[in-house]
Each structure stands twice: as C-alpha cells, then as structure tokens.
C-alpha cells in the first residue's frame, strides 16, 4: 500500500483516498471530474482531487496547492460554469496530512490569469496550458473554504520541514482547533 501511496507516476490512490474522506462517491473514469454527491437539491456536485506527494528525499514541499494539466479557455469554461468542488491534500511519503475543499470560484482568476498569458486571443487547436497551477495562497480567504481533515498537532509538527510556512501555520492552527472539540 506505501509503494502505491508514494508511487510518483500515478496519484490514483491519493485521489481515491482524499475524493472518500470528503465524502464524494470516486468516479473511474480517466478524463473528467474525480467524484461526485447528491446535495439536497438533487443536483451533483462534482469534484476534482489535487492530492500533493511529497518525498523526504527531495527538496519540495507541500504548498497546498495543485494544477490542471493541458488547461484550455474551453475547459475553463466548462469549470467555471459547474463551478466544481477542488479538493487539495496533502501527504508526505504517502502518508496523509490534510485535505481541504472549497468551489472551483477561489481560484478561476488565478487560472484565468494564467490562459490569458498563454492563450491571450483564445484558445489555438492542438495547444494547451501544460500546467495551470495555484497554491494555498491562491485560495486561503474563500469564504466557501472546508476543512475536511487535518492530522493531530504533534503529528503536524514531524511534518513542519515538508510544508510551506503559510500552509503549515494555517494547518496548525486548525489542527489545534480540532483537538479543542
């Protein structure tokens, strides 16, 4: 289960996990969104999982954040008008630290920004944004944000040297809240 938590070429089962603990049912398809819920009007709601893997052996850190690959004006029109829920994780070495949810909205300008430098006429065929990307920084303020999970603080703690400094007050924080309940 570690190897396939930490595998670098594939997120599936950090998906699977993050899309389970906020409560959406996983959708196996490749291409398209990676959960869905019934809501109380009846209507879906979609999800899309940007879970972050982090290895001691290299120099990155978690930042909260996530990207859209090969990102086009149509696809972002299509998110923009579903308006479906991000949901950002966070693991070190596989191992889960956090998972946060909050409505495609937060972060639609910080993408917008980005297809408007690459694509500024629109969208040109067989040309892609490689990576749209956005991090905690991006998103921190919604109003709409959720916090699904987060690990105890001395757990928390172990993990300080993988996490940027703004992502781990914020997980700090909430972590401490939860361990007050």
């Known amino acids: 289960m570690t ?9 599936f089962l950090r998906k ?11 959708i196996e398809k490749k291409v ?8 109380t009007y009846g209507k879906p709601e979609y999800c899309e999982a940007k879970p972050q893997n982090v290895r001691i052996d290299r120099k990155r850190k978690l930042n909260g954040g996530g990207s859209f690959n090969d ?3 149509e696809r972002f029109r299509k998110d923009e008008k579903e308006d479906p829920n991000i949901l950002t994780s966070g693991f070190v070495e596989g191992k889960l630290v956090f998972v946060y949810e909050f409505p495609f909205r937060c972060i639609k300008e910080r993408l ?24 905690f920084k991006h998103y921190k303020d919604c ?16 993990y300080r040297g993988y996490i940027t400094r703004p992502l781990f ?13």
């Not at 190897?3 to 997120?11: I, K, Q, V």
Request: net charge positive.
């Open 3 to 11: 190897a396939y938590m930490n595998d670098l070429n594939s997120s």
């Open 71 to 73: 990102y086009t004006w």
């Open 143 to 158: 109003p709409a944000l959720r916090r699904v999970f987060v690990v105890p603080p001395y757990k928390l703690v172990e």
């Open 112 to 135: 917008r920004e980005q297809l408007r430098r690459r694509f500024p006429d629109g969208d040109i065929p067989g040309q892609y944004l490689r990576s749209a990307s956005f991090t």
């Open 169 to 181: 007050d914020a997980l700090l924080k909430w972590s401490k809240e939860c361990e007050k309940v």
């Open 16 to 26: 699977l996990v993050t899309v389970s603990l906020a409560g959406y049912s996983h």
């Open 32 to 39: 398209g969104y990676n959960g869905m819920r019934h809501n």
